[in-house]
Protein backbone atom coordinates (compact mmCIF):
# COMPACT_ATOMS: atom_id res chain seq x y z
CA UNK A 1 0.00 0.00 0.00
CA UNK A 2 1.44 3.11 -0.80
CA UNK A 3 1.12 6.16 1.84
CA UNK A 4 -1.29 8.12 1.66
CA UNK A 5 -0.87 12.03 0.17
CA UNK A 6 -0.23 14.52 2.93
CA UNK A 7 -2.16 17.96 1.97
CA UNK A 8 -0.34 20.95 1.91
CA UNK A 9 -2.26 23.87 3.37
CA UNK A 10 -1.99 27.38 2.14
CA UNK A 11 0.31 29.42 3.47
CA UNK A 12 -0.90 31.81 5.88
CA UNK A 13 1.75 34.96 4.52
CA UNK A 14 -0.49 38.31 4.15
CA UNK A 15 1.08 37.79 0.88
CA UNK A 16 -0.74 34.40 -0.19
CA UNK A 17 -3.92 35.59 2.20
CA UNK A 18 -4.29 37.78 -0.73
CA UNK A 19 -3.51 36.23 -3.57
CA UNK A 20 -6.06 33.16 -2.91
CA UNK A 21 -10.09 33.90 -2.24
CA UNK A 22 -11.81 33.06 1.03
CA UNK A 23 -13.44 30.37 -1.16
CA UNK A 24 -10.64 28.62 -2.24
CA UNK A 25 -9.19 25.42 -1.23
CA UNK A 26 -6.99 24.48 1.20
CA UNK A 27 -4.74 22.17 -0.25
CA UNK A 28 -2.14 24.90 -1.87
CA UNK A 29 -2.05 22.27 -5.48
CA UNK A 30 -5.11 22.01 -5.58
CA UNK A 31 -5.69 25.89 -5.65
CA UNK A 32 -3.07 25.96 -8.20
CA UNK A 33 -4.42 23.04 -10.48
CA UNK A 34 -7.65 24.85 -9.99
CA UNK A 35 -6.19 27.86 -11.59
CA UNK A 36 -4.61 27.25 -14.56
CA UNK A 37 -8.00 24.58 -15.56
CA UNK A 38 -9.67 28.12 -15.22
CA UNK A 39 -7.48 30.04 -16.61
CA UNK A 40 -7.60 27.84 -20.00
CA UNK A 41 -11.10 28.00 -19.91
CA UNK A 42 -11.50 31.50 -20.29
CA UNK A 43 -9.13 32.25 -22.85
CA UNK A 44 -11.60 31.10 -25.33
CA UNK A 45 -13.33 34.65 -24.79
CA UNK A 46 -10.40 37.01 -25.27
CA UNK A 47 -10.60 36.51 -29.47
CA UNK A 48 -14.31 37.26 -29.17
CA UNK A 49 -13.50 40.33 -26.70
CA UNK A 50 -11.40 41.77 -29.89
CA UNK A 51 -13.94 40.88 -31.68
CA UNK A 52 -16.22 43.83 -29.78
CA UNK A 53 -13.51 46.41 -30.25
CA UNK A 54 -13.55 45.66 -33.89
CA UNK A 55 -17.64 46.70 -33.50
CA UNK A 56 -16.57 49.48 -31.22
CA UNK A 57 -14.48 50.90 -34.40
CA UNK A 58 -17.24 49.84 -37.03
CA UNK A 59 -19.82 51.88 -34.34
CA UNK A 60 -16.87 55.00 -34.48
CA UNK A 61 -17.35 55.51 -38.29
CA UNK A 62 -21.19 54.91 -38.84
CA UNK A 63 -21.88 57.72 -36.25
CA UNK A 64 -19.19 60.10 -36.31
CA UNK A 65 -18.98 62.93 -34.05
CA UNK A 66 -15.40 63.52 -33.22
CA UNK A 67 -13.81 67.05 -33.51
CA UNK A 68 -11.17 66.15 -36.42
CA UNK A 69 -12.65 63.13 -38.85
CA UNK A 70 -9.08 62.80 -40.57
CA UNK A 71 -7.77 61.95 -36.96
CA UNK A 72 -10.91 59.74 -36.34
CA UNK A 73 -10.69 57.50 -39.26
CA UNK A 74 -6.70 57.19 -38.32
CA UNK A 75 -7.74 56.04 -35.36
CA UNK A 76 -10.12 53.56 -36.62
CA UNK A 77 -7.80 52.08 -38.79
CA UNK A 78 -4.90 51.58 -36.49
CA UNK A 79 -7.21 50.36 -34.10
CA UNK A 80 -8.88 47.86 -36.14
CA UNK A 81 -5.20 46.53 -37.35
CA UNK A 82 -4.34 46.45 -33.21
CA UNK A 83 -7.11 44.39 -32.81
CA UNK A 84 -6.77 41.97 -35.87
CA UNK A 85 -2.96 41.00 -34.51
CA UNK A 86 -3.47 40.82 -31.54
CA UNK A 87 -6.19 38.35 -32.16
CA UNK A 88 -4.25 36.41 -34.35
CA UNK A 89 -1.09 36.39 -32.21
CA UNK A 90 -3.23 35.33 -29.19
CA UNK A 91 -4.72 32.54 -31.15
CA UNK A 92 -1.24 31.14 -32.56
CA UNK A 93 1.16 31.83 -29.41
CA UNK A 94 -0.06 30.17 -26.48
CA UNK A 95 2.66 30.66 -24.64
CA UNK A 96 2.13 34.55 -24.35
CA UNK A 97 -1.32 34.56 -23.60
CA UNK A 98 -1.16 35.14 -19.95
CA UNK A 99 0.89 38.36 -21.07
CA UNK A 100 -1.90 38.90 -23.96
CA UNK A 101 -4.55 38.63 -21.66
CA UNK A 102 -3.63 41.99 -19.64
CA UNK A 103 -2.66 44.04 -23.40
CA UNK A 104 -5.74 43.01 -24.48
CA UNK A 105 -8.04 44.46 -21.69
CA UNK A 106 -5.19 47.61 -22.56
CA UNK A 107 -5.89 48.06 -25.76
CA UNK A 108 -9.78 48.05 -25.87
CA UNK A 109 -9.94 50.62 -22.88
CA UNK A 110 -7.61 53.04 -24.76
CA UNK A 111 -10.10 52.77 -28.10
CA UNK A 112 -12.70 53.90 -26.53
CA UNK A 113 -10.96 56.18 -23.97
CA UNK A 114 -9.51 58.09 -26.91
CA UNK A 115 -12.80 57.68 -28.80
CA UNK A 116 -14.54 59.42 -26.38
CA UNK A 117 -12.33 62.14 -25.99
CA UNK A 118 -12.52 63.43 -29.08
CA UNK A 119 -16.43 63.53 -29.26
CA UNK A 120 -17.86 66.99 -30.17
CA UNK A 121 -20.11 68.55 -27.28
CA UNK A 122 -22.21 66.18 -25.40
CA UNK A 123 -21.42 63.33 -27.76
CA UNK A 124 -19.48 61.61 -26.00
CA UNK A 125 -22.26 60.02 -24.06
CA UNK A 126 -23.34 58.14 -27.21
CA UNK A 127 -20.22 55.63 -26.02
CA UNK A 128 -21.67 55.32 -22.35
CA UNK A 129 -23.31 51.85 -24.02
CA UNK A 130 -20.00 50.52 -25.24
CA UNK A 131 -18.37 51.57 -21.75
CA UNK A 132 -20.86 49.71 -20.00
CA UNK A 133 -20.57 46.42 -21.95
CA UNK A 134 -16.67 46.41 -21.72
CA UNK A 135 -17.15 46.93 -17.89
CA UNK A 136 -18.99 43.33 -17.99
CA UNK A 137 -16.99 41.76 -19.74
CA UNK A 138 -14.21 42.73 -17.76
CA UNK A 139 -15.11 41.29 -15.29
CA UNK A 140 -17.17 38.29 -16.46
CA UNK A 141 -14.80 37.05 -19.53
CA UNK A 142 -11.13 37.92 -18.55
CA UNK A 143 -8.71 35.01 -17.49
CA UNK A 144 -7.42 37.00 -14.50
CA UNK A 145 -7.03 36.63 -11.01
CA UNK A 146 -9.82 38.31 -9.02
CA UNK A 147 -7.57 40.76 -7.52
CA UNK A 148 -6.73 42.46 -10.82
CA UNK A 149 -10.17 42.03 -12.38
CA UNK A 150 -11.16 44.50 -9.33
CA UNK A 151 -8.46 46.85 -10.05
CA UNK A 152 -8.70 46.92 -14.06
CA UNK A 153 -12.33 47.40 -13.54
CA UNK A 154 -11.98 50.34 -11.06
CA UNK A 155 -9.18 52.18 -13.49
CA UNK A 156 -11.82 51.92 -15.82
CA UNK A 157 -14.75 53.43 -14.28
CA UNK A 158 -12.37 56.26 -12.59
CA UNK A 159 -10.95 56.89 -16.32
CA UNK A 160 -14.20 56.91 -18.58
CA UNK A 161 -15.62 59.49 -15.64
CA UNK A 162 -12.43 61.52 -15.97
CA UNK A 163 -12.19 61.23 -19.54
CA UNK A 164 -15.98 62.72 -19.74
CA UNK A 165 -15.05 65.50 -17.36
CA UNK A 166 -12.14 66.08 -19.57
CA UNK A 167 -13.96 66.96 -22.74
CA UNK A 168 -16.50 68.70 -21.31
CA UNK A 169 -14.44 70.92 -19.47
CA UNK A 170 -12.73 71.41 -23.26
CA UNK A 171 -15.31 71.45 -25.24
CA UNK A 172 -17.38 74.19 -23.89
CA UNK A 173 -16.21 77.37 -21.68
CA UNK A 174 -18.73 77.04 -18.84
CA UNK A 175 -20.35 73.25 -17.72
CA UNK A 176 -23.55 72.47 -17.99
CA UNK A 177 -26.10 73.33 -14.78
CA UNK A 178 -26.94 69.19 -14.78
CA UNK A 179 -23.42 68.26 -16.00
CA UNK A 180 -22.69 66.70 -12.35
CA UNK A 181 -26.08 65.04 -11.90
CA UNK A 182 -25.20 63.15 -15.82
CA UNK A 183 -22.11 62.15 -14.47
CA UNK A 184 -23.94 60.86 -11.31
CA UNK A 185 -25.83 58.90 -13.93
CA UNK A 186 -23.14 57.43 -15.68
CA UNK A 187 -21.53 56.54 -12.90
CA UNK A 188 -24.49 54.41 -11.52
CA UNK A 189 -24.72 53.38 -14.45
CA UNK A 190 -20.84 51.52 -14.77
CA UNK A 191 -21.37 50.53 -11.49
CA UNK A 192 -24.03 48.57 -12.18
CA UNK A 193 -21.97 46.76 -14.97
CA UNK A 194 -19.69 46.42 -12.73
CA UNK A 195 -22.11 44.31 -10.35
CA UNK A 196 -23.10 42.08 -12.80
CA UNK A 197 -20.06 41.54 -13.98
CA UNK A 198 -19.21 40.59 -10.61
CA UNK A 199 -22.11 38.33 -10.07
CA UNK A 200 -21.34 36.34 -13.53
CA UNK A 201 -17.60 36.04 -12.03
CA UNK A 202 -18.77 34.81 -8.58
CA UNK A 203 -21.78 31.87 -10.14
CA UNK A 204 -19.37 30.87 -12.97
CA UNK A 205 -16.28 30.79 -10.32
CA UNK A 206 -18.61 28.41 -8.32
CA UNK A 207 -19.95 26.13 -10.88
CA UNK A 208 -16.57 25.97 -11.85
CA UNK A 209 -15.26 24.50 -8.47
CA UNK A 210 -18.05 21.90 -8.08
CA UNK A 211 -17.19 20.44 -11.25
CA UNK A 212 -13.25 20.69 -10.46
CA UNK A 213 -14.49 18.84 -7.13
CA UNK A 214 -16.63 16.00 -8.72
CA UNK A 215 -13.89 15.77 -11.38
CA UNK A 216 -10.90 15.01 -8.98
CA UNK A 217 -13.69 13.10 -6.79
CA UNK A 218 -14.19 9.95 -9.48
CA UNK A 219 -10.39 10.26 -10.56
CA UNK A 220 -9.62 9.60 -7.22
CA UNK A 221 -11.75 6.90 -6.62
CA UNK A 222 -11.39 5.45 -10.04
CA UNK A 223 -7.37 5.23 -8.85
CA UNK A 224 -8.27 3.88 -5.74
CA UNK A 225 -9.92 0.86 -7.33
CA UNK A 226 -7.63 0.37 -9.96
CA UNK A 227 -4.94 0.11 -7.52
CA UNK A 228 -6.66 -1.93 -4.92
CA UNK A 229 -7.88 -4.33 -7.50
CA UNK A 230 -3.86 -4.52 -8.05
CA UNK A 231 -2.68 -5.56 -5.06
CA UNK A 232 -5.33 -7.96 -4.48
CA UNK A 233 -4.66 -9.67 -7.80
CA UNK A 234 -0.96 -9.89 -6.60
CA UNK A 235 -1.64 -11.10 -3.31
CA UNK A 236 -4.01 -13.75 -4.30
CA UNK A 237 -1.77 -15.23 -7.24
CA UNK A 238 1.05 -14.91 -4.89
CA UNK A 239 3.26 -18.60 -4.25
CA UNK A 240 1.60 -21.53 -3.43
CA UNK A 241 -1.11 -21.03 -0.69
CA UNK A 242 -1.01 -24.72 0.56
CA UNK A 243 2.89 -24.75 1.43
CA UNK A 244 2.80 -20.91 2.85
CA UNK A 245 0.07 -21.92 5.48
CA UNK A 246 2.13 -25.17 6.04
CA UNK A 247 5.24 -23.33 6.98
CA UNK A 248 3.55 -21.05 9.28
CA UNK A 249 2.14 -23.29 11.08
CA UNK A 250 4.90 -25.32 11.60
CA UNK A 251 6.86 -22.59 12.88
CA UNK A 252 4.81 -21.77 15.89
CA UNK A 253 4.25 -25.64 16.77
CA UNK A 254 7.94 -25.52 17.12
CA UNK A 255 7.89 -22.14 19.07
CA UNK A 256 5.16 -24.40 21.49
CA UNK A 257 7.66 -27.18 21.90
CA UNK A 258 10.75 -24.83 22.41
CA UNK A 259 8.23 -23.16 25.70
CA UNK A 260 6.78 -26.67 26.85
CA UNK A 261 10.89 -28.17 26.72
CA UNK A 262 11.56 -25.16 28.90
CA UNK A 263 8.50 -25.57 31.31
CA UNK A 264 9.40 -29.13 31.90
CA UNK A 265 12.85 -28.70 33.44
CA UNK A 266 11.63 -26.71 35.65
CA UNK A 267 10.12 -29.44 38.37
CA UNK A 268 8.37 -26.83 40.69
CA UNK A 269 5.80 -25.98 38.63
CA UNK A 270 2.32 -28.05 37.72
CA UNK A 271 2.35 -28.99 34.42
CA UNK A 272 -0.91 -30.49 34.21
CA UNK A 273 -2.79 -28.22 32.67
CA UNK A 274 0.23 -27.51 30.53
CA UNK A 275 0.47 -31.11 29.31
CA UNK A 276 -2.98 -30.79 28.00
CA UNK A 277 -3.13 -27.23 26.24
CA UNK A 278 0.43 -29.18 24.65
CA UNK A 279 -1.44 -32.15 23.46
CA UNK A 280 -4.45 -30.22 22.03
CA UNK A 281 -1.78 -27.97 19.97
CA UNK A 282 -0.14 -31.19 18.57
CA UNK A 283 -3.45 -32.14 17.68
CA UNK A 284 -4.38 -29.52 15.87
CA UNK A 285 -0.98 -29.15 14.09
CA UNK A 286 -1.40 -32.82 13.25
CA UNK A 287 -4.91 -32.30 11.18
CA UNK A 288 -3.85 -29.15 9.57
CA UNK A 289 -0.39 -31.15 7.96
CA UNK A 290 -2.81 -33.77 6.95
CA UNK A 291 -5.18 -31.58 5.05
CA UNK A 292 -2.14 -29.77 3.46
CA UNK A 293 -0.07 -32.31 2.41
CA UNK A 294 -2.65 -34.76 1.06
CA UNK A 295 -5.47 -32.04 0.10
CA UNK A 296 -9.33 -33.35 -0.24
CA UNK A 297 -10.29 -32.78 -4.15
CA UNK A 298 -14.31 -33.15 -4.61
CA UNK A 299 -15.03 -33.09 -8.23
CA UNK A 300 -18.47 -33.11 -9.54
CA UNK A 301 -19.28 -36.23 -12.12
CA UNK A 302 -20.09 -35.06 -15.74
CA UNK A 303 -23.77 -35.66 -16.65
CA UNK A 304 -25.26 -36.53 -20.04
CA UNK A 305 -27.12 -33.85 -21.82
CA UNK A 306 -30.71 -34.25 -20.88
CA UNK A 307 -33.30 -32.52 -23.25
CA UNK A 308 -36.09 -32.74 -20.09
CA UNK A 309 -33.85 -31.20 -17.85
CA UNK A 310 -32.80 -28.49 -20.77
CA UNK A 311 -36.40 -27.46 -21.03
CA UNK A 312 -37.16 -27.05 -17.56
CA UNK A 313 -34.03 -25.21 -16.33
CA UNK A 314 -33.53 -22.69 -19.44
CA UNK A 315 -35.94 -20.48 -20.20
CA UNK A 316 -37.39 -19.54 -23.95
CA UNK A 317 -36.10 -15.70 -24.74
CA UNK A 318 -38.78 -13.16 -24.64
CA UNK A 319 -37.17 -9.97 -24.74
CA UNK A 320 -37.40 -9.27 -21.36
CA UNK A 321 -33.95 -8.16 -20.05
CA UNK A 322 -34.89 -10.67 -16.22
CA UNK A 323 -35.69 -13.06 -18.49
CA UNK A 324 -32.36 -12.90 -20.87
CA UNK A 325 -30.27 -13.23 -17.49
CA UNK A 326 -32.00 -15.91 -16.27
CA UNK A 327 -31.15 -17.43 -20.20
CA UNK A 328 -27.18 -17.14 -19.78
CA UNK A 329 -27.04 -17.62 -16.01
CA UNK A 330 -28.88 -21.50 -16.42
CA UNK A 331 -27.19 -22.31 -19.52
CA UNK A 332 -23.87 -21.55 -18.07
CA UNK A 333 -24.50 -23.44 -14.62
CA UNK A 334 -25.90 -25.91 -16.93
CA UNK A 335 -22.64 -26.45 -19.26
CA UNK A 336 -20.47 -26.84 -16.23
CA UNK A 337 -22.48 -30.32 -14.94
CA UNK A 338 -21.96 -31.72 -18.98
CA UNK A 339 -19.14 -33.78 -20.31
CA UNK A 340 -18.03 -32.27 -23.80
CA UNK A 341 -20.55 -34.15 -25.85
CA UNK A 342 -23.41 -32.91 -23.53
CA UNK A 343 -22.08 -29.13 -24.13
CA UNK A 344 -22.40 -29.25 -28.03
CA UNK A 345 -25.69 -30.49 -28.08
CA UNK A 346 -26.42 -27.63 -24.98
CA UNK A 347 -24.86 -25.12 -27.73
CA UNK A 348 -27.53 -26.85 -30.41
CA UNK A 349 -30.42 -26.52 -28.19
CA UNK A 350 -30.00 -22.91 -27.13
CA UNK A 351 -29.23 -21.79 -30.39
CA UNK A 352 -32.20 -23.70 -32.07
CA UNK A 353 -34.77 -23.66 -29.57
CA UNK A 354 -34.29 -20.61 -26.71
CA UNK A 355 -33.74 -17.92 -28.64
CA UNK A 356 -36.10 -15.50 -30.57
CA UNK A 357 -35.35 -14.25 -34.00
CA UNK A 358 -33.69 -11.19 -33.29
CA UNK A 359 -31.32 -12.10 -30.99
CA UNK A 360 -30.52 -14.80 -33.90
CA UNK A 361 -29.57 -12.72 -36.06
CA UNK A 362 -27.39 -10.53 -33.22
CA UNK A 363 -25.09 -13.66 -32.66
CA UNK A 364 -23.51 -16.24 -35.05
CA UNK A 365 -24.98 -19.50 -35.89
CA UNK A 366 -22.49 -21.99 -34.58
CA UNK A 367 -19.71 -21.89 -31.36
CA UNK A 368 -17.28 -24.68 -31.00
CA UNK A 369 -17.16 -23.91 -27.49
CA UNK A 370 -19.79 -22.78 -24.98
CA UNK A 371 -17.75 -19.71 -23.43
CA UNK A 372 -17.85 -17.94 -26.10
CA UNK A 373 -21.41 -18.38 -27.02
CA UNK A 374 -22.23 -17.23 -23.19
CA UNK A 375 -19.86 -14.32 -23.92
CA UNK A 376 -22.12 -13.30 -27.07
CA UNK A 377 -25.14 -13.77 -25.12
CA UNK A 378 -23.67 -11.33 -22.61
CA UNK A 379 -22.09 -9.07 -25.37
CA UNK A 380 -25.02 -8.45 -27.56
CA UNK A 381 -28.25 -9.45 -25.88
CA UNK A 382 -27.96 -7.74 -22.79
CA UNK A 383 -28.62 -3.57 -23.13
CA UNK A 384 -25.39 -1.46 -21.82
CA UNK A 385 -26.40 0.95 -18.97
CA UNK A 386 -24.84 4.11 -17.87
CA UNK A 387 -23.68 4.22 -14.04
CA UNK A 388 -24.18 7.93 -14.57
CA UNK A 389 -27.56 7.71 -15.11
CA UNK A 390 -28.41 5.19 -12.63
CA UNK A 391 -26.35 7.42 -10.28
CA UNK A 392 -28.74 10.34 -10.92
CA UNK A 393 -32.01 8.28 -10.86
CA UNK A 394 -30.92 7.17 -7.32
CA UNK A 395 -29.55 10.80 -6.48
CA UNK A 396 -33.50 11.97 -7.63
CA UNK A 397 -35.60 9.54 -6.43
CA UNK A 398 -37.77 10.33 -3.63
CA UNK A 399 -41.07 8.64 -1.85
CA UNK A 400 -43.89 10.45 -2.71
CA UNK A 401 -46.71 8.60 -2.51
CA UNK A 402 -45.43 4.76 -2.60
CA UNK A 403 -45.39 2.25 0.17
CA UNK A 404 -42.52 2.02 2.50
CA UNK A 405 -42.06 -1.29 1.01
CA UNK A 406 -42.71 -0.66 -2.75
CA UNK A 407 -39.97 3.01 -2.14
CA UNK A 408 -37.23 0.44 -0.54
CA UNK A 409 -37.38 -2.27 -3.20
CA UNK A 410 -36.91 0.31 -5.88
CA UNK A 411 -34.04 1.92 -3.92
CA UNK A 412 -32.43 -1.90 -3.87
CA UNK A 413 -33.03 -2.37 -7.37
CA UNK A 414 -31.28 0.83 -8.20
CA UNK A 415 -28.70 0.12 -5.78
CA UNK A 416 -27.84 -3.30 -7.05
CA UNK A 417 -28.16 -2.12 -11.19
CA UNK A 418 -25.63 0.75 -10.12
CA UNK A 419 -22.98 -1.28 -8.27
CA UNK A 420 -23.10 -4.12 -11.57
CA UNK A 421 -22.71 -1.67 -14.05
CA UNK A 422 -20.00 -0.04 -12.13
CA UNK A 423 -17.87 -3.24 -11.77
CA UNK A 424 -18.09 -4.71 -15.18
CA UNK A 425 -18.32 -8.29 -14.03
CA UNK A 426 -14.83 -7.36 -11.91
CA UNK A 427 -14.94 -9.22 -8.53
CA UNK A 428 -12.62 -7.20 -7.00
CA UNK A 429 -14.05 -4.08 -8.36
CA UNK A 430 -17.37 -5.68 -7.32
CA UNK A 431 -16.29 -6.10 -3.36
CA UNK A 432 -15.10 -2.46 -3.25
CA UNK A 433 -18.00 -0.69 -4.77
CA UNK A 434 -20.51 -2.47 -2.81
CA UNK A 435 -20.13 -0.73 0.69
CA UNK A 436 -19.61 2.53 -1.28
CA UNK A 437 -22.57 2.47 -3.00
CA UNK A 438 -24.47 0.56 -0.28
CA UNK A 439 -23.66 4.09 2.05
CA UNK A 440 -25.02 6.38 -0.89
CA UNK A 441 -28.06 4.20 -1.43
CA UNK A 442 -29.10 4.00 2.35
CA UNK A 443 -28.55 7.80 2.40
CA UNK A 444 -30.28 8.37 -0.55
CA UNK A 445 -33.06 6.42 1.06
CA UNK A 446 -33.28 8.17 4.41
CA UNK A 447 -33.08 11.80 2.45
CA UNK A 448 -36.39 10.67 0.14
CA UNK A 449 -38.44 9.53 2.70
CA UNK A 450 -41.62 11.68 2.98
CA UNK A 451 -42.05 12.00 6.82
CA UNK A 452 -38.77 14.44 7.85
CA UNK A 453 -38.86 12.95 11.13
CA UNK A 454 -38.98 9.31 10.21
CA UNK A 455 -35.69 10.51 7.66
CA UNK A 456 -34.25 12.03 10.82
CA UNK A 457 -34.54 8.40 12.96
CA UNK A 458 -33.26 6.46 9.84
CA UNK A 459 -30.37 8.99 9.09
CA UNK A 460 -29.11 8.95 12.87
CA UNK A 461 -28.66 5.61 13.23
CA UNK A 462 -26.02 4.89 10.81
CA UNK A 463 -26.85 1.80 9.39
CA UNK A 464 -24.16 -0.57 7.19
CA UNK A 465 -26.84 -2.27 5.41
CA UNK A 466 -29.82 -1.46 3.68
CA UNK A 467 -31.96 -3.81 3.85
CA UNK A 468 -31.67 -2.97 7.77
CA UNK A 469 -32.46 0.82 7.54
CA UNK A 470 -35.94 -0.37 5.02
CA UNK A 471 -37.13 -2.60 7.98
CA UNK A 472 -36.21 -0.52 10.18
CA UNK A 473 -38.48 2.17 8.58
CA UNK A 474 -41.56 -0.14 8.10
CA UNK A 475 -40.80 -0.84 11.99
CA UNK A 476 -40.97 2.37 12.97
CA UNK A 477 -44.03 3.73 9.99
CA UNK A 478 -46.05 0.98 12.14
CA UNK A 479 -44.70 1.59 15.95
CA UNK A 480 -45.28 5.24 15.09
CA UNK A 481 -49.14 4.75 14.57
CA UNK A 482 -51.68 5.05 17.81
CA UNK A 483 -55.38 4.19 17.38
CA UNK A 484 -57.74 6.30 18.91
CA UNK A 485 -61.69 4.62 20.36
CA UNK A 486 -63.59 7.21 17.94
CA UNK A 487 -62.73 8.55 14.76
CA UNK A 488 -64.32 11.13 12.78
CA UNK A 489 -64.40 10.72 8.94
CA UNK A 490 -65.11 13.36 6.63
CA UNK A 491 -65.29 12.89 2.85
CA UNK A 492 -66.87 15.16 0.57
CA UNK A 493 -69.07 13.69 -2.63
CA UNK A 494 -69.09 14.48 -5.94
CA UNK A 495 -72.24 16.83 -7.85
CA UNK A 496 -75.44 14.97 -7.25
CA UNK A 497 -73.80 12.66 -4.45
CA UNK A 498 -76.47 10.92 -1.77
CA UNK A 499 -75.86 11.49 2.27
CA UNK A 500 -76.29 8.32 3.56
CA UNK A 501 -75.52 7.55 7.62
CA UNK A 502 -74.94 4.31 8.03
CA UNK A 503 -76.20 1.90 10.67
CA UNK A 504 -74.34 -0.37 12.44
CA UNK A 505 -76.72 -3.51 11.91
CA UNK A 506 -79.33 -2.38 14.70
CA UNK A 507 -82.47 -4.75 15.16
CA UNK A 508 -85.83 -2.90 15.71
CA UNK A 509 -87.82 -5.78 17.29
CA UNK A 510 -88.74 -9.46 15.70
CA UNK A 511 -90.56 -8.54 12.91
CA UNK A 512 -87.48 -6.60 11.51
CA UNK A 513 -84.51 -7.61 9.83
CA UNK A 514 -80.92 -6.78 10.43
CA UNK A 515 -80.62 -4.62 7.59
CA UNK A 516 -82.34 -1.37 7.50
CA UNK A 517 -83.80 0.17 4.20
CA UNK A 518 -81.79 3.28 3.48
CA UNK A 519 -83.35 4.66 -0.02
CA UNK A 520 -86.27 7.03 -0.21
CA UNK A 521 -87.83 8.03 2.53
CA UNK A 522 -91.73 7.42 2.46
CA UNK A 523 -94.42 9.64 4.58
CA UNK A 524 -95.47 6.03 6.54
CA UNK A 525 -92.14 4.81 6.53
CA UNK A 526 -90.30 5.16 9.74
CA UNK A 527 -86.78 2.78 8.95
CA UNK A 528 -86.12 4.75 5.25
CA UNK A 529 -83.45 7.17 6.47
CA UNK A 530 -82.80 8.30 2.60
CA UNK A 531 -84.45 10.91 0.54
CA UNK A 532 -87.84 11.85 1.44
CA UNK A 533 -90.48 11.16 -0.88
CA UNK A 534 -94.46 11.24 -0.66
CA UNK A 535 -95.76 8.00 -0.58
CA UNK A 536 -93.22 5.65 -0.38
CA UNK A 537 -93.73 2.16 2.08
CA UNK A 538 -91.60 -0.89 2.00
CA UNK A 539 -93.07 -3.78 0.19
CA UNK A 540 -92.88 -6.61 2.61
CA UNK A 541 -93.70 -6.68 6.70
CA UNK A 542 -92.22 -9.82 7.62
CA UNK A 543 -89.42 -10.26 9.64
CA UNK A 544 -86.98 -9.34 7.38
CA UNK A 545 -87.63 -5.28 5.46
CA UNK A 546 -86.80 -5.51 2.06
CA UNK A 547 -83.83 -3.58 0.86
CA UNK A 548 -85.93 -1.92 -2.02
CA UNK A 549 -89.03 -0.68 -1.93
CA UNK A 550 -91.89 0.11 -4.13
CA UNK A 551 -94.43 3.05 -5.15
CA UNK A 552 -97.47 3.03 -2.80
CA UNK A 553 -100.37 5.71 -2.32
CA UNK A 554 -100.72 8.70 -3.65
CA UNK A 555 -101.08 9.70 -7.05
CA UNK A 556 -98.74 12.51 -6.68
CA UNK A 557 -95.67 10.37 -5.44
CA UNK A 558 -92.48 10.50 -7.13
CA UNK A 559 -89.30 9.25 -6.54
CA UNK A 560 -87.17 11.99 -4.75
CA UNK A 561 -83.17 11.57 -4.65
CA UNK A 562 -82.43 14.12 -1.50
CA UNK A 563 -83.19 17.89 -1.43
CA UNK A 564 -80.33 20.61 -2.91
CA UNK A 565 -79.76 18.16 -5.55
CA UNK A 566 -76.27 19.70 -7.23
CA UNK A 567 -74.41 20.58 -3.76
CA UNK A 568 -71.67 18.75 -2.52
CA UNK A 569 -72.60 18.00 0.30
CA UNK A 570 -69.88 16.88 3.50
CA UNK A 571 -71.51 13.44 5.34
CA UNK A 572 -69.79 13.07 8.17
CA UNK A 573 -69.58 9.45 10.13
CA UNK A 574 -69.00 8.87 13.91
CA UNK A 575 -67.69 5.71 13.62
CA UNK A 576 -67.22 4.12 17.38
CA UNK A 577 -65.06 1.65 18.31
CA UNK A 578 -66.65 0.50 21.25
CA UNK A 579 -70.47 0.90 20.01
CA UNK A 580 -73.16 -2.07 21.07
CA UNK A 581 -75.21 -3.39 18.26
CA UNK A 582 -77.88 -2.90 21.03
CA UNK A 583 -78.90 0.59 20.55
CA UNK A 584 -82.23 0.39 19.36
CA UNK A 585 -83.74 3.36 20.40
CA UNK A 586 -81.91 5.51 17.97
CA UNK A 587 -83.65 4.23 14.86
CA UNK A 588 -86.97 4.96 16.67
CA UNK A 589 -86.83 8.67 16.50
CA UNK A 590 -88.74 11.12 14.40
CA UNK A 591 -88.18 10.00 10.68
CA UNK A 592 -87.19 14.36 10.16
CA UNK A 593 -83.59 13.65 11.90
CA UNK A 594 -81.31 13.63 9.32
CA UNK A 595 -79.95 16.14 6.60
CA UNK A 596 -82.26 19.37 6.32
CA UNK A 597 -81.43 21.03 3.35
Known amino acids: MEKPIQARTLKKSPCWICLVPPWGFTDREEEKLYSAYTQRQRQRAVPRLLATGALLQAFAVVVPGERDLSFAYASVAIALVANLILASVYLCVRPARTLLNHIAWFVLWAQLLVSASRRLGDSYNELLGWAVVLQYFTLATLPLHHVLLILYSTISFTGYLLVQYYNASTSESRLADDFYFQQIANGALLLGATMLGGTAYAISEKQQRSSFQETKRSLRDKLTIEQQSKEQGQSRYKGNVIVAKLQQAKIIFDKCCEIFLLLEKNKDINLTATIELYERIKQKYEEINKLCIAPVTVELGKMDFDLKVACSLIPVMDGIEATTKRLIDSVEMYAGMLDEPGKALLITFVLKSRLNENAKLRISSSYKNIQNLIDDLRKYLLPKKSYMAIQTQLHNIQQGSKSIEDYGSEVEKLFTELTITQAEGKSDAFAILK ?98 GQGFRGNFRGNYRSSFNSQRGSRGSRYFRNRGRGRNVLSVEQVNDNKSHSDKKENLETPNQFFRS
Request: overall charge positive.
Open 435 to 532: PINESFAIKRFSDGLRSSKLSTIISARGFSSLKDAIQAAKDENCTSFQPTGNILHASEHGQGSHNIRRSQGFQRGTLRGQYINNYSRGHYNRNNNFNR
